[in-house]
């Protein structure tokens, strides 16, 4: 069998998570999020934001967890603002519409919307005389670390909330694979950081490390009234709701969470050490778990019965950039094997 | 603490679950229900269907199955007709409406539709000269066994399947507890009655022993095209589908579904024995895992510390109906447990 | 050519529209209802409506107007209640779900949601411990006259208003056929009274006198955020606005609305003289334009070929339910016509 | 008053309609489209399409009109193909997004979708490897003439009608002004290429001299089944549906809406001429009713206050683009007008 660096989700949770649900899976608890195992995960991932005033809610995936954040929050008509490669763009099927509201695509470098596109969208939508014909911006997405492994910086989210705040919007950070960033080498933001400078962002759970389960903060009272009506209503409320409180709240003790993380940044750095030593192409400098490479023909023959990866874009020289993503199961082994291969390329 | 039976989903999961997620955990795979676990538990369901042709897919709860299933299967001038009792009419929060459809109420009896009432029903709507200004009826929701644990016999299935072909409309069974019916000492449907009778239905895992998971059987090719993006599409597209594969496929395996279902069963019926040997009054004879009982205010006082049970509605006498289920993880010692409360009570 | 009393919108516009609209035809004017009549109309409307802080906004027919105020007006998580026999939970197709929220359907008598109905539904939901999962009720709709052409009293509004502000949830009254409410001989309404009662209410113009049009009352800054935004997602804003605004401007020049509406009582009563005259038997005691009347078998032949009327219903005992409507297109002739059928009848 | 060339619908209607409206208005007629007014223009219509087999449908406005045939005509997982400066992309406050289906934006040049865009852009789709998790283009869109007044020509809407067929994806235009398109002078496209090469399309009546109204033409069996009752959910259905028949029964008659769209094309020509005159830079080089000028300050200020026309977008070099319009309604008076204004700004 091939190693495999396809996704950040090729294996089932953490071994410490499934230990967790075996142990506690006798237990008589009350459903829908209302057992002491969500309760205690709140709590947890409250004060690790540094949130005394806050809520935390559990939802199942990423594409789940935007869609329900953008419908409830966004007003009738309001869509929501998203860089053309952000994943509620391009790779969630529709949801966003199937909720009623339009995503506004701007344009991006490496996967982020510039502070200066965003501030230039917005003036000249109030400018535009026929604005009331269109859908108003009410929310700009971001996701940290983006869909091409890129950062934010500190001094750049300060600015983007900044521009939403001084145009009343609002600013929903999505983190499906939120610790990869916060454990990069180049990140200066933290938890707290993404509490004080959003109205809603996620930590993502099914990427790092979970069966599934993406934890979403509501800092300062932002979370909508009657919340768990919206989240049925839309087919997203789990009846066992312990699968995701016993999942968050593992990885929320003893900083599960970002030693796991941090443990994939270490492996992504090795690898794209490789890359570089091998004389391959970077497609982008990412500080993150998923690295983008780019590969000629011959390259991609011979590494395709021997590594597995994910196919992202052509380039216009006929060349493939492909994504080669690490996670808490990256192995020791694994690197080995991929070196060997990197090797017979050379 | 009191003795729980609140509802059919208060432990985790069946352990010979947890065993197989554990066993497979550090297993590669790929993602979105493409792995060989979901490959495997949809012949096994399909077999045991006796279905040569068709299909399975697996979501991961009851309401976002009706609304995923009811809404890629309706045409969009039509709506779903269920008794005002079922599950989509009353307790999904509008669900079905989210995705832009009516659910079209029909009277009931102990949470049953009978055959007669959806024919009247159908043949008045043709009849009616303005029907072109009201929703079409598509489809009829059945839930088997029903919110009040009652069922369908073969012979009425068998009409109302024959009504819905007349009329050309779809029918969906909804088998949150699908297994509770089938192992019914009442029950003359199977499996393969179902496949024959439906266009679609779902064999319930959240309430029979699983984490969560609903599998989804679509006999003779009536699965929607592209029924892969629509459920994304829905944010209902589980990136680690392994979790839900390996729950049915270890559900499937040595009839462990129909084995705990069958003792849930047996529990049931000594819980009902009990309920009968202390003179409580049942509020309906009930022969699956759900049993209905009245209790004046001295026993729901009597009771309330030392048994869990639900909710259900007031009588016009002023009592209250409350609901005992059963499932996989009751014990003797829980039966055991509420024989001495309803001592009690004598 | 039989004698039409079919419904209230079988001719054009009164004449007295089309003279305006042929007068102001060649004036340039801006669009989307910016222009001067609308103006006007919506001052004049606000003045018979006693609001001295208000708005008034044009929508284009009735199904439409109910679906653009109820889906801007109502939260996420809430819903509808209608009587089951109202305009939205039958007539339309399904417009209000295809916003995503569920018409809460209430028994009703002759058309109206007795107060103690209301009382009773809403006092049931906050009990039931299970009512998070369950649509909340947001609004309660009425029509004003009910589909059946009966009315309710001012102490009946005043207590429908009351429960709805205890509850704190919105009243929307349906006001296709107000004028025919307000005029009718029993009614005492005013249309201060439904400005002050109400939250939103609508003036209909389709079904008295006008070719299209309703005239959506929003007392004390109820109007949604952005409406106009609203009402374009909703494919329901006109570019020419000035079709809508000279229309209500005409109406509501010297009392127009009100004579139509009143001659259209006088020629309702009449009719309603004449059927008793000739024995034939109300379905119910209509005091307003719309009266409903039960035929034999015979007497539906005898009428076929000379009367066009509404099919309604049938009864249980194999009769025939049918509706007559006057407007202020009825002539004298044709209830003389009416008369002569009737005379033959006996 | 300042001379107006804001828009084709600052007038009332063409004056021939207005005197069938009077003409007819007393007349009793049947409601939501039953009408023979609306049966004779539907086959007038058909005709002058050249078509044996098709349906025509009578809506009230451009933005409802597209929403209605997008969301009808589109499968779940679908959605719809536009230029980036299309009518639904931009202009309609998402109105398409409201009904469930993403608008897919493709780069444009003057408003028109190249056809090797549109084929590099289905290729590139179907070739990606993750596209079952993307929105699948379903439909294209086109508007004709585009919001830049250009036109595609027969040889380029053959081609994308070819690229459509082949990709099995429809195709729709959108002509809320084509009576503009077909009496330009530089069109070579008929009704019955219409008719033959789209799938749907709809030919306007609000911006062609109707008080409102679209007629959307269904060639050779493509009207969705029991569009009345998806027309009625969506609020859309007039129930005096005689107000369109007959403004399209006359429009259609003796080639009003030829002779009419002519008329204007001859005054945009001359407008145009006169630009060009005065040393006035045009945006780009229009064929139809709309034309596009670019002015600096100083002209804006000279204008502002005698001409009336419609702010487009500014160009980087701080100038403004604006838009001016001729219709049935422009007058001689107004051209010498407008010649005053511009000779002062030499």
């Given at each position: 069998m091939p190693v495999s660096f396809e996704s950040d989700y090729i294996a089932g949770a953490h071994p410490e998570i499934i230990r967790r649900l075996s142990e506690t899976n006798l237990e008589t608890l009350p459903g829908y999020g209302t057992d002491p195992y969500c309760a205690r995960a709140k709590e947890k991932i409250l004060r690790a934001c540094g949130l005394e005033h806050g809520d935390v809610e559990f939802l199942t995936g990423g594409t789940q967890a935007n869609s329900v954040i953008i419908s409830t929050m966004l007003a009738d008509y309001e869509g929501v603002i998203a860089a053309k490669t952000g994943h509620i763009s391009a790779?969630?099927?529709?949801a966003i519409e199937y909720s009623?509201?339009?995503?506004l695509e701007l344009p991006q470098e490496n996967g982020r919307i510039l502070p200066d596109t965003l501030r230039r969208y917005l003036s000249g939508f109030f400018a535009d005389e026929n604005h009331e014909h269109m859908v108003f911006p009410g929310m700009v997405y971001l996701s940290w670390p983006t869909e091409y492994g890129t950062l934010y910086t500190k001094a750049e989210l300060e600015e983007i909330s900044g521009i939403c705040r001084e145009y009343g919007i609002l600013l929903f950070v999505d983190g499906a694979r939120l610790g990869y960033g916060l454990m990069s080498k180049s990140a200066d933001l933290t938890l707290p950081d993404f509490a004080r400078l959003c109205d809603v962002f996620y930590i993502g759970g099914t990427k790092v490390g979970a069966l599934c389960g993406e934890a979403v903060v509501f800092p300062r009272g932002s979370k909508p009234k009657h919340f768990l009506t919206s989240v049925k209503k839309r087919g997203a409320?789990?009846?066992?709701?312990r699968l995701l409180g016993i999942q968050f709240d593992t990885l929320f003790t003893d900083s599960l969470y970002f030693r796991i993380s941090g443990y994939a940044i270490d492996m992504a750095e090795r690898m794209k050490a490789m890359f570089l030593a091998h004389g391959l192409e970077l497609y982008l400098d990412s500080p993150t778990n998923q690295q983008f490479v780019i590969l000629d023909d011959r390259q991609m023959e011979a590494m395709r019965d021997r590594v597995v990866f994910s196919f992202w874009e052509r380039t216009e020289d006929s060349r493939t950039v492909v994504r080669f993503a690490t996670s808490w199961s990256t192995t020791e082994e694994d690197l080995a094997e991929l070196e060997k291969v990197l090797a017979g390329l050379d």
């Open positions: 790779h969630e099927a529709g009623g509201h339009e995503v409320l789990l009846a066992k709701g």
